[in-house]
């Protein structure tokens, strides 16, 4: 078993302290998955991609042409939203999509509490 995943096999959780250090030595992509009115009224993590749920998918399958440049299966991906469900159900569908590691990190606040800037 992989040591990002679960007993159960699904993306499991990081911590968001872990997750500013990785995102300031460029070891992980972050990404917001809330929708822009939530990114529009809070501003979001430094450092982090906004791709909302809704279009993730589109975004993130490596096989879409849409699929963003900073993202690859073989690079370590760390989500968030308001409160950690979206951002679970966002991990699942990446390694889905044949992401090696994905993280959950919770919700923003998560992100906040652990001395995360916050970008508007």
């Known amino acids: 078993m992989l040591s ?10 990081m911590a968001a302290s872990e997750a500013i250090a990785r995102t300031q030595d ?8 809330r929708d822009g009115a939530e990114v529009a009224a809070s ?14 998918r589109m ?5 879409s042409p849409e699929c ?18 979206r951002s679970q159900m966002a991990a699942q ?13 919770g919700g923003l606040g998560d992100w906040q509490a652990a001395g995360g800037a916050i970008t508007r």
């Open 93 to 105: 569908m990446l390694a889905g999509l044949g992401y090696l590691e994905v993280y959950n990190i």
């Open 43 to 56: 501003g979001k993590a430094a450092g982090a991609l906004h791709i909302p749920l809704a279009i993730l």
């Open 59 to 63: 975004k993130c399958d490596p096989a």
């Open 26 to 33: 460029k070891t992980i992509v972050l990404v917001d998955v």
């Open 68 to 85: 963003l440049a900073e993202l690859s299966v073989e690079t370590p991906v760390a989500l968030y939203c308001a409160s950690g469900g």
């Open 4 to 13: 990002f995943l679960k007993p159960s096999g699904g993306p499991s959780r």
